[in-house]
């Protein structure tokens, strides 16, 4: 696992979240490494729509998994997502929105910035959540 990660921007790689404490590694971050195959280096933040389309495809994000220290997801939840997951739900225009900060440098190699950025989960000005 590479501590110097950066992120997406070129800055450093920032925590995803610990509550749930997610990555590969449960260290909050989307750090990966030769053992990460399934390459969790995307940052979301989980809707609905994305986590019905996850159990859909077979990978089910909502059932708390206790022996894997998985408390299952809500809307909302910041996530370390597999990058080609992530891919599979923007075809289906269902891809959450992204955390830029906390996303792996890593993922560019399978979507561009441009993408990601159109992508970005932002704060509006007025508090609320906006992508």
């Not at 996530?79 to 900060?101: H, Q, S």
Request: glycine fraction near 8%; charge should be negative.
């Amino acid at each position: 696992m590479d501590h110097d990660a950066l992120n997406v921007m070129g800055e450093p790689l920032q925590a995803c979240s610990f509550d749930p404490v997610t990555g590969f590694y449960r260290d909050g971050c989307c750090h990966t490494g030769p053992d990460d195959v399934g390459t969790h280096v995307v940052c979301a933040r989980v809707t609905a729509d994305f986590l019905a389309f996850s159990q859909a495809v077979g990978n089910d994000l909502s059932t708390p998994r206790p022996e894997w220290r998985f408390p299952g997801l809500r809307p909302g939840d910041r996530w370390c997502l597999c990058v080609r997951r992530w891919k599979e739900a923007l075809t289906a225009g269902v891809a959450p929105p992204v955390i830029l900060e906390a996303t792996h440098a890593s993922t560019l190699q399978f979507v561009d910035l441009e993408t990601l950025q159109r992508h970005a989960w932002r704060r509006s000005t007025d508090g609320s959540a906006a992508t």
